[in-house]
T-cell receptor, first 113, second 116 residues
Framework: DVKVTQSSRYLVKRTGEKVFLECVQD?????MFWYRQDPGLGLRLIYF???????EKGDIPEGYSVSREKKERFSLILESASTNQTSMYLC????????????FGSGTRLTVV | AQTVTQSQPEMSVQEAETVTLSCTYD???????LFWYKQPPSRQMILVIR??????QNATENRFSVNFQKAAKSFSLKISDSQLGDAAMYFC?????????????FGEGTQLTVNP
């Protein structure tokens, strides 16, 4: 069964900490995405990558960075976590140009205290 | 930029009845895909149905069907014979066709409650 795996389901971090959210897919997909989900706002795109070492900003990249050193892994980095980054984070992947949409991970609920 | 709007934050339906969830979108593109995703309490996003803009025929998947009105930029989801397992957050999404790094743009979501 093909999968997108996010390393943590729940995470609690302190303000100012550097936070890494990891995402791994086993489908050889070119594209990978990080979304943030907040009530009433839906899913908003933070960053995406369409190839190894390539990245593009989404709609809300401020306060985040990403890393894609290998095709299967896409990391989201909060350089200095703040309370307004408390949210649900969803990773997804897809083939280039696919008509079938994305495959999603099951999300990481991050709380910054 | 493309936008997707779901104007119903919450909907409810009686078991076995039919419910329609609304979605509108804005784009200057002529070729694109539209999707409905379901997110149950498990948080796993599940693709419910997909519509290709160049196809006039409305997509259908078992109890789920869409009403795609391209000129009006409307894409509603109809769930027939609602079941308790249909209770979830539903997201409408848009994607341009065949471009590198093509991204999904989501609506705000509609929380569907199914009453027994």
């Amino acid at each position: 069964d093909v999968k997108v795996t996010q390393s943590s389901r729940y995470l609690v971090k302190r303000t100012g900490e550097k936070v890494f959210l990891e995402c791994v897919q086993d489908m050889d997909h070119e594209n990978m995405f990080w979304y943030r989900q907040d009530p009433g706002l839906g899913l908003r795109l933070i960053y995406f990558s369409y190839d190894v070492k390539m990245k593009e900003k989404g709609d809300i990249p401020e306060g985040y960075s990403v890393s894609r050193e290998k095709k299967e892994r896409f990391s989201l980095i909060l350089e200095s976590a703040s309370t307004n980054q408390t949210s649900m984070y969803l990773c997804a992947s897809s083939l280039f140009g696919t008509r079938v949409g994305y495959t999603f991970g099951s999300g990481t609920r991050l709380t910054v205290v | 930029a493309q936008t997707v709007t779901q104007s119903q934050p919450e909907m409810s339906v009686q078991e076995a009845e039919t419910v329609t969830l609304s979605c509108t979108y804005d784009t200057s593109e002529s070729d694109y895909y539209l999707f409905w995703y379901k997110q149950p309490p498990s948080r796993q996003m599940i693709l419910v149905i997909r519509q290709e803009a160049y196809k006039q025929q409305n997509a259908t998947e078992n109890r789920f069907s869409v009403n795609f009105q391209k000129a009006a930029k409307s894409f509603s989801l109809k769930i027939s014979d609602s079941q308790l397992g249909d209770a979830a957050m539903y997201f409408c999404a848009y994607r341009r066709r065949e471009t590198s790094g093509s991204r999904l743009t989501f609506g705000e979501g509609t929380q569907l409650t199914v009453n027994p």
